[in-house]
């Protein structure tokens, strides 16, 4: 069972990337997916989430408008799609799945509920 997320590179400011997190072992359809990220000297956060459960979505107001998740069940793979990128938003990204057992929770699921993690893609954003 294994997330990889992948993706991640140097862009210039207002460029785009988009991640993806490809899943192995289990299917993708049994789980909500977040996109997390962590800039250096900063905590974790959340950024993005799709819930298989509901077919819902959650986006972090700091990047609402410009990034958008997506999932491709054919491919076993969800998006992580960044558009007009700055500077603040270079971190590692992450990847992690939560299963029908926290279907309650969902996308609101405390960070430490989400039990699979990729290995975590770096994003840069500079000119």
């Known amino acids: 069972v294994q997330l990889q997320a992948s993706g991640g590179g140097v862009v210039q400011p207002g460029g785009s990337l988009r991640l993806s997190c490809a899943a192995s072992?289990?299917?993708?359809?049994?789980?909500?997916i977040g996109w997390f990220r962590q800039a250096p000297g900063k905590e974790r956060e959340g950024i993005s989430c799709h819930s298989s459960f509901d077919d819902s979505t959650w986006t972090a107001d700091s990047v609402k408008g410009r990034f958008s998740i997506s999932r491709e069940n054919a491919k076993n793979t969800v998006y992580l799609q960044m558009n007009s990128l700055k500077p603040e938003d270079t971190a590692v990204y992450y990847c992690?799945?939560?299963?029908?057992?926290?279907?309650?929770?969902?996308?609101?699921?405390?960070?430490?509920?989400?039990?699979?993690w990729g290995q975590g893609t770096l994003v840069t954003v500079s000119s």
């Open positions: 072992g289990f299917s993708l359809e049994n789980y909500a």
């Open positions: 992690a799945g939560i299963s029908r057992r926290f279907a309650a929770y969902g996308c609101y699921a405390p960070m430490g509920l989400f039990e699979y």
